[in-house]
Structures are given as structure tokens and as C-alpha cells.
């Protein structure tokens, strides 16, 4: 089951080091524009490639999926899951909402 986060929940995970990944499907010239600094770039239109780049030791793993505004994010979380992932969030309103709160990004 792939769950929801919201972008409040996120940064008190990231201000308190929690151990999570945080996966940006957005393209290169969304990422270029602004993106989460604590984020790894992974665009859905090459996400079956990207993903490949996950190792097992990530299954483990909290993953959290954010794109602009949320759609995206859920398709990418969608097949991480079908790969065997396992404790997986889709952002709730993309870096749209965290910009919105006044968070920083890069």
C-alpha cells in the first residue's frame, strides 16, 4: 500500500535525520528550476532505468515520491511497488505545497 505524506510530516523527518529517501520524478528543467536539497533526481519518463539504480538494501527503506503535484509521484511509487518496495508515500501536493509552506529548497 503506498501511503500519503504531507509536506509538514516531511520536513520534521528530514529536520530530525530520519533515514528516508526522498525521490524526485520531476524532468530536468523542473528540477533545475528549484527541487528539495535532501532529494535524488529520478525523472518518470526514464524511471524503469532510474530505477534500476535502487539497490535491494533499499527495499528497506522509507521512500518517499514527489513530483509537482502528486500524480506523477503515485505512478512512480506504483512501480517501485510493483518491484517489491514496500514502505512507500507519495507527497502530498508536490514541491507546489511545499513551496506554498514557505519551505527551502536548492
Same mark, same amino acid.
Given at each position: 500500500? @503506498?501511503?500519503?505524506?504531507? *509536506?509538514?510530516?516531511?520536513?520534521?523527518?528530514?529536520?530530525? =535525520? !530520519?533515514?528516508?529517501?526522498?525521490?524526485?520524478?520531476? +524532468?530536468?528543467?523542473?528540477?533545475?528550476?528549484?527541487?528539495?536539497?535532501?532529494?535524488?533526481?529520478?525523472?518518470?519518463?526514464?524511471?524503469?532505468?532510474?530505477?534500476?539504480?535502487? +539497490? !535491494?538494501?533499499?527495499?528497506? #527503506? *522509507?521512500? *518517499?515520491?514527489?513530483? /509537482?503535484? =502528486? /500524480? /506523477?509521484?503515485?505512478?512512480?511509487?506504483? #512501480?517501485?511497488?510493483? !518491484?517489491?518496495? +514496500? %514502505?512507500?508515500?507519495?507527497? !502530498?501536493?508536490? @514541491?507546489?505545497?511545499?513551496?506554498?509552506? =514557505?519551505?527551502? %529548497?536548492?
Amino acid at each position: 500500500m @503506498i501511503g500519503s505524506m504531507t *509536506v509538514q510530516e516531511l520536513k520534521e523527518k528530514l529536520d530530525k =535525520g !530520519e533515514e528516508l529517501l526522498l525521490i524526485d520524478c520531476r +524532468e530536468q528543467n523542473e528540477w533545475d528550476e528549484s527541487h528539495i536539497e535532501a532529494a535524488e533526481f529520478m525523472p518518470l519518463s526514464n524511471f524503469d532505468e532510474e530505477m534500476k539504480k535502487l +539497490e !535491494e538494501t533499499n527495499k528497506e #527503506k *522509507v521512500i *518517499v515520491c514527489q513530483c /509537482r503535484s =502528486g /500524480r /506523477r509521484s503515485l505512478t512512480a511509487a506504483m #512501480k517501485l511497488q510493483d !518491484e517489491g518496495f +514496500e %514502505t512507500l508515500f507519495n507527497l !502530498e501536493g508536490g @514541491i507546489l505545497a511545499w513551496l506554498e509552506a =514557505g519551505y527551502p %529548497t536548492k
